[in-house]
């Protein structure tokens, strides 16, 4: 199997720019060590996933690169600059997509653009880029609530894009969809991501998903959530489920996976 892997926790970004800077990072709530010492580049344009079980902190680091908590200890730089909290360079999804549902398709992706005083012939302009974009063009007058699970979610991708972030940050952002429709928005985020190039940060508990979508694999463990382990799959888009690597690269995961899930005494 060839795959890069590494229990060394800070991995470099090679001859890449160094996007995300995560410096011994902790985080505790209360008498809680969410996170210890984490420390992580992420290379400029890469695909990250944080894969884990439950509680090791996968969101609360996202939540960290995301500006809307502030780690405990250490420091997280995005460009060179430390992050003090959410800005437009940064694009989030969430697993419950998180629309108004007041708002048609069209008038939620056009909110960020509403918001940077666009003209609203632009708003409208890149609204509509952004839902075809995701394969919604012809439901831009729709409201959130006559829209299916995975159309919302592609709203909420729309919605995202339309600031034109740099870096995309996704919580589970199919978790909450049936595995057909999930693995169809995967094959959409993946082609997405080779037109635009963002950097992603995609937390995910699916190790299949995180095999399908990532460059880089950060397998977080658990008490306290640090890094465990980086595997970078070399394995040719579009990546097969069914091909020798992926299963066996899927049953090393599962492996590192199931040890942390033990750890907490749950199964
Ligand atoms: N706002 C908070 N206040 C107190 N404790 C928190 C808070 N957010 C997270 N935690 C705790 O921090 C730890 C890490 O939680 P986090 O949600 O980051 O894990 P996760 O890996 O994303 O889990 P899941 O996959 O279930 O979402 C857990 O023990 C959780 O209970």
């Given at each position: ?11 470099a ?12 990072v ?55 600059k ?10 989030v ?22 918001l ?15 839902l ?22 592609r ?5 995202a894009?339309a600031n ?60 306290p959530?640090?890094?465990k ?29 199931r ?9």
């Amino acid at each position: 199997m060839d795959i890069a892997s590494t229990a060394d926790p800070v991995a470099a970004t090679g001859d890449r720019l160094t996007k995300i800077s995560i410096q011994g990072v902790g985080k505790v709530f209360g008498d809680n060590i969410a996170l210890a010492k984490v420390d992580l580049d992420l290379a400029e344009n890469s695909f990250t996933c944080l894969l884990g079980p439950s509680g090791c902190g996968k969101s609360t680091l996202l939540n960290m690169i995301a500006g809307f908590a502030k780690p405990s200890s250490g420091q997280i730089l995005v460009d060179g600059k430390p992050v003090t909290g959410p800005g437009a360079d940064r694009g989030v999804v969430f697993q419950e997509y998180a629309l108004f549902p007041w708002r048609t398709a069209l008038e939620n992706v056009a909110f960020g653009p509403m918001l940077k005083r666009r003209g609203r012939a632009e708003q409208r302009e890149i609204a509509m880029h952004h839902l075809a974009k995701v394969g919604l063009a012809g439901h831009e007058h729709k409201y959130p609530g006559n829209l299916s699970g995975g159309m919302k979610q592609r709203v909420a991708i729309a919605r995202a894009l339309a600031n034109d972030p740099t870096v995309l940050l996704m919580d589970e952002p199919f978790g909450a969809l049936d595995a057909q429709t999930r693995e169809v928005l995967q094959e959409e985020m993946l082609r997405i991501w080779e037109q635009d190039r963002k950097t992603v940060v995609f937390v995910t508990h699916s190790i299949s998903e995180a095999i399908f979508l990532a460059d880089r694999i950060v397998v977080m463990g658990t008490r306290p959530g640090s890094v465990k382990e980086i595997v970078d799959p070399d394995l040719p888009h579009p990546r097969e489920r069914t091909e020798r690597e992926f299963i066996a690269l899927e049953r090393h995961l599962k492996h590192l996976v199931r040890a942390e899930v033990q750890k907490l005494g749950v199964i």
